[in-house]
């Protein structure tokens, strides 16, 4: 055999051995939604309410909800606009209304808080953690249906891991949830009437630690491009390091956020579900 065609031989036949182990170590580069220590406990976020389509098979409306598994307790993070269509998402998605254990409400606006009167009539044994500038009849009709309401003020820690930004705004008085995960914080917003930007530094203010995702609606629906992108600068500043906007951020600022964060850009829209280490 000549040398040449030995050394080819040799040459494929590592290139052979070598490739299926490449692939391996390419596999075990995970984005979010998936697992990236073997066995390693899992924080999960799903979005069953949402006029911002994904998952095929669900209905969008007008309004926002997500569940958050995971950390000890499930919550439910507001509750869409209509109950009876916030029940159905939750059941083609295969979660059940009856293991939440907490109610957040970011704020008094009927996209956020029309589905809670029907899911308490599936569930009331909840703790219900809305602002304090809710109507005290809100309260009690909460109340009425036997669920315990939490008024919040100042940003504090809710449960193991969930803090709140507290109320914030003057217009429309609205609370932010926080989740400290070991990836960072993970920050959701109803609508960020507040300013999203303002809601990302209280946060990071209360916790003093990076920002892994931020989530929600933005509020940046009538926005125009140069507002958005001085937002994205902001945002980009204060390291928020993943994105997935929905709701009211708007199809042209979803699209700016889309670019500006490539890789980083989560889809967050009715259905998806964002999975990572706590």
Not at 62 to 90: R, V, Y
Not at 171 to 177: C, F, G, T, W
Not at 225 to 237: C, D, F, P, T, Y
Request: proline share 4%; charged share 20%; hydrophobic share 40%.
């Amino acid at each position: 055999m000549h040398y040449y065609s030995f050394f080819h031989l040799r040459y494929i036949r590592l290139l052979l051995i070598s490739f299926p182990v490449f692939l391996i170590m390419l596999g075990s580069v995970t984005p979010v939604g998936a697992e990236e220590m073997s066995g390693s406990p899992q924080l999960s976020i799903t979005v069953v309410y949402n006029n911002v389509p994904h998952q095929p098979g669900l209905t969008t409306d007008w309004g926002f909800s997500c569940l958050i598994e995971g950390l000890g307790k499930s919550i439910l993070f507001d509750t869409g606009a209509d109950g009876d269509l916030l029940l159905a998402n939750m059941k083609r998605l295969g979660v059940k209304p009856e293991t939440v254990d907490a109610v957040f409400l970011s704020h008094n606006h009927s996209d956020h808080t029309g589905g809670l009167s029907r899911f308490l009539k599936i569930n009331s044994r909840v703790s219900v953690y809305l602002p304090r500038s809710f109507p005290s009849a809100f309260e009690r009709s909460i109340q009425n249906r036997g669920a315990r309401v939490v008024r919040v003020g100042k940003p504090k820690e809710l449960l193991k891991y969930v803090h709140t930004t507290g109320e914030m705004g003057e217009a429309v008085k609205e609370q932010a949830l926080i989740l400290d995960t070991s990836k960072g914080l993970v920050i959701i917003t109803g609508c960020a009437h507040p300013d999203v930007t303002r809601i990302v530094a209280e946060a990071r203010k209360h916790l003093h630690k990076k920002v892994y995702l931020l989530m929600g609606g933005f509020h940046l629906l009538r926005k125009d491009k140069s507002a958005i992108q001085a937002v994205i600068r902001n945002l980009k500043s204060q390291g928020v390091e993943q994105v997935a906007p929905s709701h009211c951020t708007g199809n042209k600022a979803i699209s700016l956020f889309r670019k500006a964060w490539g890789d980083k850009f989560i889809e967050g829209g009715l259905g998806a579900v964002i999975e990572f280490p706590k």
